[in-house]
């Protein structure tokens, strides 16, 4: 990676000196990159951008931006654009007003606020909009002018925190599309936060999957839901069954019925208890295999959701996707699944 934009170094935050909301935060961002924080409520998203932002001060560590000391950057100069949830906009003000306001705090003239307000609202598809108050606006219109406001005056970095919460999920998905292209068009730094998966999947160069204040995977999209590094992310990201097994030996797992599962447990010794997890979408339905039978059916077009009861477990999921002609299993029908050796995934039993 060249020269990151930001950088934190062994940054903790605990906002009442016990309990650390942040530990040991270790982060590279590289110039131009979308990366997602993803994390479940509480995993400590928002005060890592708070930080960033300059809202908050870490306890320990540091965080630099563009080589430099945050705290030692006045925050005019830091050149960081914000969007949250709640698209806090002045409702006093109109829609041009509003996008002119970080203008005029930076002393911008008249005639460059009007061109970069024209500009900014063409981006947002919102040309037209802007003698409107903020309560004459759609939910998703009040949110792409936040986005125009926070990207107006040219900032190399905007931060967004779950921007999209509070939309419905239509307007979300094609909010979301937008974000990427302005991001492409633009070649800003985005360092975006959410709880929602799909989202971060969608939308990311690279994913921090966060959990309890630490980063517990670092990766592109695929790579994390392709190779979780444990077993919460594993969990977090996709779907999974997950089963506890014993390793069996080097090439097998026996889960709790005694089903042998062929897989290859890297770095685990022969009698060790593990965690088993399968993705539904990787099981097949096979001439012949593990005896399985299925409980309910559930057609979502473009794939059906079997429920199945599978080694002892009540509820094991397998995803088939829809090809034309393909029978729809009945509920009850006796089954064989392949499961084919790359589908498991082994993790300690013990991760978080
Ligand atoms: P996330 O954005 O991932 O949901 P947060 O960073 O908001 O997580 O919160 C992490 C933890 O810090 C939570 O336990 C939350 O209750 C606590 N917390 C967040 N902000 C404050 C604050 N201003 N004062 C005290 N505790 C806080
Ligand atoms: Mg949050």
Do not use: W
């Not at 063409?122 to 939910?139: A, K, T």
């Not at 900032?155 to 779950?162: G, K, S």
């Not at 088939?320 to 006796?334: F, Y």
Request: hydrophobic share 40%.
């Amino acid at each position: 990676m060249s020269e990151p934009i930001v950088r934190f170094r062994a940054v903790s935050k605990s906002y009442d000196g016990r309990a650390q909301v942040v530990a040991g935060l270790d982060l590279d961002i590289a110039r131009g990159e979308f990366l997602t924080l993803l994390g479940p409520s509480g995993s400590g998203k928002t005060t890592t951008l708070m930080m960033l932002a300059g809202f908050e001060d870490p306890s320990e560590g540091s965080i630099e931006l563009e080589g430099r000391r945050i705290d030692t950057v006045p925050p005019h100069k830091r050149g960081i654009g914000v969007v949250f949830q709640n698209y806090a906009l002045f409702p006093h003000m109109t829609v041009a007003q509003n996008l002119a306001f970080p203008l005029s705090v930076r002393g911008t003239s008249r005639a460059e606020i009007a061109a970069r307000t024209a500009k900014a609202l063409e981006m947002v598809r919102l040309s037209g909009f802007g003698d409107r108050r903020p309560q004459q606006l759609s939910g998703g219109q009040q949110q792409r002018v936040a986005l125009a406001r926070a990207l107006i005056f040219s900032p190399t970095l905007v931060l967004m925190d779950e921007p999209l919460g509070a939309l419905d999920k239509q307007l979300r998905e094609e909010l979301q599309l937008e974000i990427r292209r302005i991001h492409a068009t633009l070649g800003v730094t985005i360092v975006y936060v959410t709880h929602d998966q799909s989202e971060a999947l969608t939308m990311s160069d690279r994913i921090a999957v966060f959990e309890g204040g630490r980063i517990q995977q670092l990766g592109t999209a695929d790579a994390i839901y392709e190779r979780p590094a444990n077993a919460f992310v594993a969990g977090f990201i996709g779907e999974n069954n997950r089963m506890e097994a014993v390793v069996a030996d080097s090439t097998t797992l026996r889960l709790a019925d005694g089903t042998m599962l062929p897989t290859a447990p890297h770095g685990f010794s022969t009698g060790e208890h593990v965690l088993a997890c399968i993705r539904p979408e990787k099981v097949r339905l096979a001439e012949a295999g593990h005896p399985a039978t299925v409980t309910e059916v559930v057609y979502l077009g473009d794939h059906c959701r079997l429920r199945l009861s599978f080694a002892g477990l009540p509820d094991f999921f397998a995803k088939r996707a829809s090809e034309d002609g393909m029978a729809v299993p009945r509920q009850g029908e006796a089954v064989f699944l392949g499961i084919p050796d790359t589908a498991v995934m082994v993790f300690r039993a013990s991760s978080p």
